[in-house]
């Protein structure tokens, strides 16, 4: 398949800088995994083909994200259980403080299975829950459920307002049985609802890309479908009004 002449990647990190990212891309939304390294580095971030995607601190640092969301400089947030210790009683906590969010702001999850504390992996059945009481906002399973994409597939594929993008995932899982699963969700999941991302620095940009290029030519996607992946659905989600 001919590569697509534009890239935005949907999820990247930017606390160590970005001079080993590896591709050339025309905006991103950058993953805030505390609001420590937010409030630091957004200013300097804060570029029109950009957008923010800020840790969903429903805790002690809820009032500031309240804050940043009302004011239109974040433009997602994100649910990140095994960093911040979610079990499952607490998601209907998570539930309340997402009544008082903006209707239309995506929420991310991290979908990645990974570590020995079992109590706070990503909760799919919580998740799920989640999706079904708010149906009129986006829910971006970020890495695509992982090693677990498959259940990911088959138990939220009927909710509309599930979106997957598929970074990491591609690169870590290209060697294992895994890769079969993620290439079924390209082939049978709307493409209209998954996005390219690298999870860079954990994962090599156009290690990515190249992966992904050839689960497409292997799907059979077309190359309007395959520039919705890499561009213009996470374009759309992300960067629906301007930043201060």
Known sequence: MKETSRIFDAHLHIESGL????????????????????????????????????L???RDGWEFVRTETASGR????????????IRAPQYKLIGNKIERLPSNLPIVVDAFYYGADM?????????????????????????AGGHRTLDYFLHLRELPNIYYDLSLSLQYLEDTSA????????RFTDKNRILFGSDFPGASP??????LMKI??????????????????????YCRGARS
């Open 119 to 143: 109590e706070t992996q990503p909760n799919l059945a919580e998740i799920a829950r989640l999706a079904r009481r708010f149906t009129g906002r986006p829910w971006v399973m970020a890495h």
């Open 216 to 237: 497409l030519a292997e799907c059979e996607v077309t190359p309007s479908d395959a520039q919705n992946i890499f561009y213009n659905n996470a374009r759309r989600l």
């Open 179 to 186: 890769l079969m699963d993620l290439k079924k969700l390209v």
């Open 74 to 85: 974040v433009q997602a947030l994100k649910i990140h259980s095994r960093i911040q210790g």
């Open 19 to 54: 001079q080993d990212y590896d591709l050339r891309i025309d905006g991103a939304n950058i993953i805030f995994n505390s609001l420590e390294s937010y409030r630091r580095l957004r200013k300097q971030w804060t570029r029109p083909m950009n957008a923010m995607t800020l």
């Open 206 to 211: 156009r290690r990515q890309r190249a992966i």
């Open 56 to 58: 969903f601190d429903f």
